[in-house]
């Protein structure tokens, strides 16, 4: 028999789980972005069943857009007796306990909402989700008068506030056993009572409170409203499904295909709803199952113009683009998704080299709608070049470089990386040493042509090794070139500080991509991968004959002041402070804490304020949505630095007048330290925390999940703004290795591509070792509650 500090499910207890490449689990990287891992958790046996039931019904009815793990505490129930429960939950998780007052001993986790099967969930319990310390409950009143914490009332318990002393108190059992617990340790969080209201006080025909959260039916009799608000989730099977897919708004992608699917045998599904699935399966890499589900819903229905869209859109990502244009342009004849339709088009014919096609579908799609920003920015990448400009040079004197060539308004830190991916091989970054291809397009006999005819290729760098931006179905992540097509490349080929750039928690499908990878590292003279991080999770994506083969690269950006030398080491500083934070996948970035994120953040404005002017660093227009959010919620305005309008070098000089950088996105970090200015990162993906270790220093990020996140970014940059030459100094001293791995890799390069070596006969840069003194603290500092 297990106990609740031996988890049932493989969940981590330790440092993260590894997927199989064959898994389509999430990747769980939370012990790196210190991601809180909610659950909730209820203690039932085999009489209370019944209710448990209910409860699930009425939390994913109420809660529609919440799904975390389900942990059901049990005296040793056979597996069987939860075959109804997992119908309800997909994500339903049986471990033994003795007693309910096991759940303050469960592990793998670092927030638990503890209910009862006598709970009926009426409302949202998100306020309860974003709570952040001790243990909160509702005080009930007792029969002398007092107020007590019940025994079988709700919990949200933080295990980091959980001490030893509180595990042996509650050991004592007892009725009354958590409130004697709590007494006096200062760990109780007061909930109103609308989060655990007794049925029993709405009695006769009193009506529940519309504001009640939580309904909790227990041995004292409920009025008939009350009974009737139970009732009304009792509905199972079919009935209850159907509830939940015809809910209004937001639902979570796992319950919703966890209630829909599969349909029912001889009826047709709603087409809406078949969409909706569609269009989860497509978000979560399953573009073939979402090709399936809508090639049978739009059979002769061409009057299905949001369906067509998404069938499109997703046999794009299967590589099936004569297909998808077919459904593409099926979805133009609708005035609502016309243009949404033609900015699809475009994109599509522009991935097939069709340029003088792309600029025609954008140009409909801006007849059918002028203001659609997507058509606009395709009709501009792909109106025709000016003749005036820099002659290429011979093929055969170029290198190819495949990457992400970012324009308009698009990501500042992928404008200015090919630039000084191309700076490593020598100062000419122009047409006449390069043949820019990007990455996105489809590699065809045309393009293996282009490729085979330069002296080498470069790929990189970036977070390439990511599988739902431009997903295709040639390599299942963003360079769109066909195994067949690969296994030909006969120029020289090095993959260059690309990234390993999958998000904590992010779910894909890693065959293709594993497959793909295989591929690229047996065809590639040169592996190398921007951080630690990357290569070890690619490494184990691979056979073991081939893991050695992926080496060590930092990113270029990173070592700007070598790559320029002189043009970052002046001393001329503005008085400032930038942030930035990043909103792509928001909802893994964040989880349940943007609120406690956004407030713990603009506490640190207001504080840094006093030292120096605050500016925020948009990397993009999406970014801004900070500045809004903050003025909006806390009442303070910042202003924006729109770095996606700027040039390279206006860029770069933004971040190296600065005083420090305190950045959510990767070049938000990686740009300004290679310029020589200070640090501090927000950490919500793996990727920051991994170049911050290989500088050895990890206690340059916070994660903004940190429940004490204003007061430790504020402690953080106001070291750095004390003593702001020693500072410049480390970040310096931590380029050195940087630098130096970076010089053996390129002289390897050179020889490989027959290039000359800019750098050759420059001393060997100084390379100073980890530091003697204290251990660097991590992401995840202790408590300052004694255990």
């Known amino acids: 028999m297990n106990s609740p500090a031996e988890p049932a499910d493989g969940r981590r207890t330790g440092p993260a789980r590894t997927a199989r490449p064959d898994s389509p689990d999430a990747d769980d990287r939370s012990a790196v972005t210190g991601k809180r891992r909610i659950a909730f958790a209820v203690h039932t046996d085999e009489d209370r069943m019944p209710g448990l039931l209910v409860l699930l019904r009425s939390l994913a009815l109420t809660n529609p ?117 709590l007494s006096g340790t200062g760990l109780l969080e007061p909930l109103g009572s609308r989060y655990d209201l007794p049925a029993g006080r709405v009695y006769d025909d009193t009506p529940v409170p519309a504001s009640t959260v939580v309904l909790h039916f227990g041995e004292d009799r409920a009025g008939t409203p009350a009974r009737e608000a139970r009732e009304r989730y009792a509905p199972d099977g079919a009935e209850f499904r159907a509830a939940y897919c015809a809910l209004p708004g937001a639902k979570h992608p796992e319950l919703l295909l966890h209630c829909a699917l599969p349909f029912p045998d001889g009826e047709r599904a709603p087409v809406d709803l078949v969409r909706q699935v569609a269009e989860v399966h497509r978000q979560q890499g399953r573009h073939d199952e979402a090709v399936a589900l809508l090639t049978a819903a739009v059979a002769d229905r061409p009057d299905l113009p949001r369906c067509h869209e998404t ?120 047409p006449a040493r390069w043949h820019e291809r990007s990455v996105h397009r489809l590699v065809d006999e045309a393009g293996l042509e282009e490729l085979n005819a330069r002296r080498g290729i470069v790929v990189g760098g970036g977070g390439l090794f990511l599988p739902d931006t431009a997903p295709n179905g040639h390599s299942g992540w963003q360079w769109n070139i066909p195994d067949a097509v690969l296994a030909r490349v006969t120029a020289p080929l090095a993959v260059f500080a690309v990234g390993y750039n999958v998000f904590d928690g992010q779910r894909y499908r890693r065959e293709r991509f594993a497959e793909s990878l295989r591929a690229l590292v047996e065809k590639s003279a040169f592996f190398g991968l921007r951080n630690q991080g990357s290569v070890e999770r690619v490494r184990e994506l691979l056979p073991e004959e081939l893991r050695d083969r992926v080496r060590y690269q930092p990113c270029p950006t990173t070592v700007a002041r070598h790559l320029d030398p002189g043009a970052y080491d002046t001393e001329d500083r503005d008085d400032t402070v930038l942030l930035n934070c990043a909103y792509d996948r928001a909802g893994l970035r964040f989880g349940h804490d943007y609120g406690h994120f956004l407030a713990e953040t603009a506490a640190a404005v207001r504080a840094l304020g006093e030292r120096a002017e605050v500016r925020y660093a948009a990397h993009m227009p999406a970014d801004e949505r900070f500045v809004h959010d903050l003025r909006r919620e806390h009442g303070t305005s910042l202003p924006v630095e729109p770095l996606y309008l700027h040039t390279n070098d206006r860029i770069r000089e933004i971040y190296r007048r600065t005083r420090l950088v305190i950045g959510m996105r990767g070049h938000a970090g990686m740009i300004p330290f290679g310029c020589g200015t200070p640090v ?21 990020g916070v994660s903004v999940h940190d429940r004490s996140l204003g007061a430790r970014l504020t402690e953080r940059a106001a070291a750095v703004l004390d003593d702001h030459r020693a500072a410049v100094a480390d970040v310096r001293g931590r380029q050195e290795h940087l630098w130096s791995v970076t010089r053996a890799n390129l002289a390897e390069l050179h020889s490989l591509f027959g290039t000359p070596d800019p750098f050759e006969g420059r001393p060997a840069p100084h390379v100073p070792g980890p530091r003697n003194a204290e251990p660097a603290q991590g992401l995840h500092l202790p408590d300052t509650r004694t255990k």
């Open 65 to 181: 857009a919440v799904c975390e793990d389900f942990l059901v505490l049990h005296p040793g129930l056979p597996d069987s007796a939860f075959d109804a429960a997992r119908r309800l939950h997909p994500r339903l998780v049986p471990r033994t306990a003795g007693s309910r007052l096991d759940v303050f001993r469960v592990t793998g986790y670092d927030t638990v909402v503890a209910l009862d099967p006598g709970m009926v969930v009426l409302g949202s319990l998100q306020p309860l989700l974003a709570l952040r310390t001790g243990v909160a409950a509702v005080p009930q009143s007792g029969p002398g008068g007092g107020r007590a914490v019940r025994d079988d009332g709700l919990l949200v318990i933080q295990y980091q506030d959980v001490t030893d002393a509180l595990l042996t108190d509650l050991a004592q059992g007892g009725e009354g056993a958590v409130d004697r617990a």
């Open 311 to 430: 069938l499109g859109i997703s046999l794009m990502a299967l590589s099936r683009y004569e297909e998808a244009e077919a459904h593409l342009l099926l979805a133009t004849v609708s005035p609502d998704f016309a243009a949404r339709a033609y900015g699809q088009l475009a994109r599509l014919a522009w991935l097939l080299g069709r340029t003088e096609d792309a600029h025609a579908y954008a140009r409909e799609g801006l007849d059918a709608d002028p203001a659609d920003a997507n058509c606009h920015a395709w009709h501009t990448r792909t109106r025709p070049a000016p003749a005036a400009g820099p002659a290429p040079g011979p093929a055969g004197e170029q290198l190819a470089h495949v990457a992400l060539f970012a324009d308009g308004e698009e990501n500042a830190g992928d404008k200015v990386l090919p630039e000084a991916v191309r700076m490593c091989f020598g100062p000419d970054t122009g």
């Open 680 to 700: 501090v990162s927000l950490v919500s993906h793996p990727k920051l925390a991994y170049f911050l270790s290989d500088i050895d220093r990890p206690e340059w």
